[in-house]
């Protein structure tokens, strides 16, 4: 038996099997937890002893427990605001489709005078990205904005261009663009950095602090974390922005944060974050500050990924650095001397090369104490694998887009494919993967992460065989991304990862092994809820 504290626990949970994922499996086993904190590790009948008449048994029957799953890149906030206020178009296969949820939708969700939706996906039509004339059709009375599946690509109706006071003489910002006609007039949609001079609906709710907007806000959030724990997520690193820190930090001293949190400070907010004290690894384990969130181009959906080689049809054009090469030095520079960790987001191959230059000139100074990040890491070359391994930096995927981003990457990438999701090579270069969803453009559901990177196919099995099935990795090295992997990622301050006495008490509870059950159902496998600190969240408390 493993000891730190195995008198009067709070709880003692026994399962089937218990994967501590720390150098040993248990079957039958026990776990003693006090105080939100493993107290021991053994068998039933050695912790049954231990208990008082205080101690509550929980007997989970045949079920699994793993260390608590957390979700190393979503935008908790905005996800939890936008279930119940934005209009959901994700999925849908034709233009039509996406105007008809629109128009029937638009008269009762609504965010002050504006009709938000989000998800288009244009890749899955034919005739390419639509105009302003296009969503006209759903909504032509008041200003509309929907933003694509991947969150780079905003698409305005034609009031919404006008509320935006987008016009032929508006500039392209550095590093974005509002696409024209062969007139030079706007066609509604805008890109990257542009959509920071868009008005932002859900950002203007979120950064009311009015008894209405408070009621609103903590709601959604509440069931947020209802969701979370159904799906086994014990915490999460969100990449939101000023507003968001401010409420989730508000929760905490009402004790109402339902799931651990690391905050990212958004690049503009750095100074602001400075002056008042912040750095990376600031607060405690239930609300930490993280790294600061730099972008350094867009995404493979809207093509605006930064690439070495150019699109294929598209006149030479490479993507979109949305921070210009040497800025990009300054900024991670600049955090690194004040103890800030960068999270760099950087998909195509050119900007993740880009980012580990920038940080490689820096490793060797005094740093931070949380480690430096590629966010997304969606192309890299084998080279790049190499210098990124040299550098320290961690890799934090998603490989639940897998799942949809095939046919894009053939499509757009054919140069490149090879090095799309390169989750073996990574690790084998001795990279540590921190896995996440990066919801709201994905699920929450960590299962597709786990099935898309054991599979490397859709959900329907395509291409059989897998795509690229060499970069596959391991029910057993996927899991590890969302646990040890991303203790890793914030140096251990909130814990090993791992299930070791005086750890925190954070549970994943499935019904069946995950890392015995054949990759092809890890879709299907049943996930019962959580522990979050000894507080226990079970989807059914009768099971």
């Not at 006609?181 to 203007?204: F, Y």
């Not at 060499?470 to 029910?475: E, Y």
């Amino acid at each position: 038996m493993d000891t730190a504290e195995p008198h009067n626990p709070n709880w003692i949970v026994l399962a089937q099997r218990i994967h501590t994922l720390g150098g040993r499996s248990l079957r039958d086993g026990a776990i003693a937890i006090s105080d939100g904190r493993i107290g021991a590790l053994g068998t039933p009948r050695a912790l049954l002893r231990a208990r008082s008449r205080d101690t509550r048994v929980c007997d989970l029957g045949a079920a699994v427990l793993t260390p608590g799953l957390v979700d190393c890149h979503t935008h908790l906030l905005y996800w939890a605001l936008s279930r119940n206020l934005i209009i959901d178009v994700s999925l849908l296969p034709t233009l039509n489709a996406v105007l008809q949820r629109i128009h029937t939708h638009a008269r009762k969700m609504r965010l002050g005078d504006w009709v938000v939706a989000r998800g288009f996906e244009h890749n899955r039509w034919t005739g390419g990205l639509p105009c302003a004339a296009d969503l006209d059709r759903a909504v032509a009375d008041r200003p509309a904005l929907v933003r694509s599946r991947d969150g780079h690509t905003v698409w305005l109706n034609s009031a919404g261009l006008q509320r935006a006071g987008v016009r032929a003489s508006t500039p392209d910002p550095p590093g974005g663009r509002y696409l024209r006609d062969a007139h030079g007039r706007p066609t509604g949609i805008v890109q990257e950095t542009a959509i920071d001079a868009l008005p932002d609906p859900l950002r203007e709710l979120a950064q009311r602090t009015d008894v209405v907007a408070l009621g609103i806000i903590d709601r959604a959030l509440r069931n947020a974390y209802c969701e979370a724990w159904a799906h086994g997520i014990v915490g999460v690193h969100s990449m939101d922005d000023g507003p968001s820190l401010y409420h989730l930090g508000r929760q905490r001293e009402q004790g109402s944060l339902g799931v651990r949190v690391v905050h990212a400070v958004q690049r503009r907010d750095l100074g602001a974050a400075r002056a008042i004290g912040l750095r990376s690894g600031c607060g405690d384990e239930w609300l930490r500050v993280g790294g600061v969130k730099i972008f350094a181009d867009g995404a493979l959906g809207s093509q605006t990924a930064y690439m070495l080689k150019p699109y294929p049809g598209r006149g030479g054009f490479c993507g979109m650095p949305t921070l210009a090469e040497e800025e990009l030095h300054a900024t991670v520079r600049d955090a690194a001397q004040h103890g800030w960790a960068v999270w760099i987001h950087a998909i195509g191959d050119r900007a993740v090369r880009e980012a580990i230059q920038a940080i490689s000139a820096v490793r060797n100074k005094s740093g931070p104490a949380l480690p430096h990040r590629i966010e997304h890491a969606q192309c890299v070359r084998p080279v790049d694998i190499r210098r990124m391994a040299r550098a320290g930096i961690i890799a934090s995927v998603q490989p639940c887009h897998i799942l949809g981003d095939i046919p894009n990457a053939d499509r757009y990438w054919p140069r490149a494919r090879h090095a799309a999701f390169p989750l073996r090579r990574m690790l084998d270069a001795g990279i540590t993967l921190a896995a996440g969803s990066d919801v709201p453009i994905e699920t929450l559901d960590p299962r597709r992460s786990l099935f898309a990177a054991t599979q490397r196919t859709d959900e329907q099995g395509q291409p059989r065989g897998g795509w690229f099935p060499a970069q596959r990795i391991t029910a057993l090295e996927a899991l590890r991304a969302f646990t040890l992997g991303a203790a890793e990622s914030i140096a251990g301050l909130n814990g090993p990862g791992t299930l070791v006495p005086g750890a925190p008490a954070d549970l994943t509870i499935w019904d069946a092994d995950p890392l015995a059950t054949p990759p092809e159902q890890l879709l299907e496998i049943g996930i019962r809820g959580c522990m979050v600190g000894g507080r226990l969240h079970l989807t059914d408390p009768a099971a």
